[in-house]
């Protein structure tokens, strides 16, 4: 098998800091980026070969990618329980990433299917998530959170921060955090100035501004 072929060459070539990038770079390359193409031609191929471990690796990126969708849809297009989307959605991440940690040793191919997969739910509906996403944010930098610890805060904002990397409306985001800011800092409602400023700075470089 030829990922086989190439992990054989990096163990006799190249380091163990080298190795492991490489492997996980050859793996997308060779198989994770051509799932539907190995789906539409060439499952009968693989099947026919009795190829197992190709196999097992399209049907557990396959699976989980079904699993995160189907999951998360129940999540984000349940209109009655928007007020605790943005929560669910952080539990569900969570959950997913100690998965990844612990069942599939961060796996790259892994990893960037979580990733595409979380990034297809969360913008199922347009632009709510955005508008939600921003409310939480508000909510946590309100001075009715001044109880919580500046490690705490910072560390909950750090998770925000990756859902607002998979929203497309982030231009609708930005009006709404826009609008929240302002009204914390005009009336002196901010639960810390240091998160506030750290808050702005991560939007700034996640948008490249």
Same mark, same amino acid.
């Given at each position: 098998?030829?990922?086989?072929?190439?992990?054989?060459?990096? /163990?006799?070539?190249?380091?163990?800091?080298?190795?492991?990038?490489?492997?996980?770079?050859?793996?997308? @390359?060779?198989? #994770?980026?051509?799932?539907?193409?190995?789906?539409?031609?060439?499952?009968?191929?693989?099947?026919?070969?009795? !190829?197992?471990?190709? %196999?097992?690796?399209?049907?557990?990126? @396959? *699976?989980?990618?079904?699993?995160? !969708?189907?999951?998360?849809? &129940?999540?984000?297009?349940?209109?009655?329980?928007?007020?605790?989307?943005?929560?669910?959605?952080?539990?569900?991440?969570?959950? /997913?990433?100690?998965? /990844?940690?612990?069942?599939?040793?961060?796996?790259?191919?892994?990893?960037?299917?979580?990733?595409? &997969?979380?990034?297809?739910?969360?913008? %199922?509906? @347009?632009? !709510?998530?955005?508008?939600?996403?921003?409310?939480?944010?508000?909510?946590?930098?309100?001075?009715?959170?001044?109880?919580?610890?500046?490690?705490? /805060?910072?560390?909950?904002?750090?998770?925000?921060?990756?859902?607002?990397?998979?929203?497309?409306? =982030?231009?609708?985001?930005?009006?709404?955090?826009?609008?929240?800011? *302002?009204?914390?800092?005009?009336?002196?409602?901010?639960?810390?100035?240091?998160? #506030?400023? &750290?808050?702005? &700075? =991560?939007?700034?470089?996640?948008?490249?501004?």
């Amino acid at each position: 098998m030829r990922l086989n072929e190439e992990n054989e060459r990096c /163990l006799l070539y190249l380091d163990a800091f080298t190795r492991k990038p490489l492997i996980a770079t050859a793996e997308r @390359q060779l198989l #994770e980026r051509h799932i539907p193409a190995i789906l539409d031609k060439g499952f009968m191929m693989l099947m026919d070969g009795h !190829r197992i471990e190709d %196999l097992q690796r399209m049907y557990s990126l @396959q *699976a989980i990618s079904s699993y995160i !969708r189907r999951t998360g849809q &129940s999540i984000v297009m349940d209109e009655e329980k928007d007020k605790d989307m943005v929560s669910s959605l952080l539990e569900f991440k969570a959950s /997913l990433d100690s998965i /990844l940690e612990e069942s599939f040793s961060k796996n790259e191919a892994f990893c960037n299917t979580i990733k595409d &997969s979380f990034e297809h739910l969360i913008n %199922l509906r @347009q632009n !709510r998530p955005a508008e939600l996403i921003a409310k939480f944010l508000d909510e946590k930098l309100r001075d009715g959170n001044k109880g919580t610890s500046e490690e705490e /805060l910072e560390g909950t904002l750090d998770k925000v921060l990756v859902l607002f990397k998979f929203i497309q409306g =982030k231009d609708v985001f930005e009006a709404f955090y826009k609008k929240d800011l *302002a009204k914390r800092l005009l009336l002196g409602k901010s639960a810390s100035i240091d998160a #506030e400023k &750290s808050t702005i &700075s =991560k939007l700034k470089t996640e948008c490249g501004s």
